[in-house]
Nanobody
Framework: QVQLVESGGGLVQAGGSLRLSCAAS????????MGWFRQALEKEREFVVA????????FSGDSVKGRFTISRDNAKNTVYLQMTSLKPEDTAVYYC???????????????????WGQGTQVTVSS
């Protein structure tokens, strides 16, 4: 298990950008694939984007392709979510999560992640 703490959320106008960070504890961060999910009010948790443990591959949800990107710095035990061209429908609590799975097809599913952060609120005003 790993402890995850998100930061960087806030209020931004539509069309703006925001970068979220997720800091992980422990020395095993580089062995985990990392993902970002989000959950809007009264909606189910949605896959946003994931990155493999080496950072060599990235998988994005359809609703954020071309606008959001994920990166990681294994030396700093941190994963980032860079969000651009934000829309009001991007408003949600954003969670980072860690997965020990090596199956690329699994990264879209929340059940594949064993550790979750507490979430950070992102609000996009129109």
């Amino acid at each position: 298990q790993v402890q995850l703490v998100e930061s960087g959320g806030g209020l931004v106008q539509a069309g703006g950008s925001l970068r979220l960070s997720c800091a992980a504890s422990g020395r095993t961060f580089s062995t985990y694939a990392m993902g970002w999910f989000r959950q809007a009010l009264e909606k189910e948790r949605e896959f946003v984007v994931a990155i493999t443990k080496s950072g060599s591959s990235i998988f994005s949800g359809d609703s954020v392709k071309g606008r959001f990107t994920i990166s990681r710095d294994n030396a700093k035990n941190t994963v980032y979510l860079q969000m651009t061209s934000l829309k009001p429908e991007d408003t949600a609590v954003y969670y980072c999560a860690a997965s020990s799975s090596s199956s690329y097809g699994a990264f879209r599913y929340a059940a594949e992640y064993h550790s979750w952060g507490q979430g950070t609120q992102v609000t996009v005003s129109s």
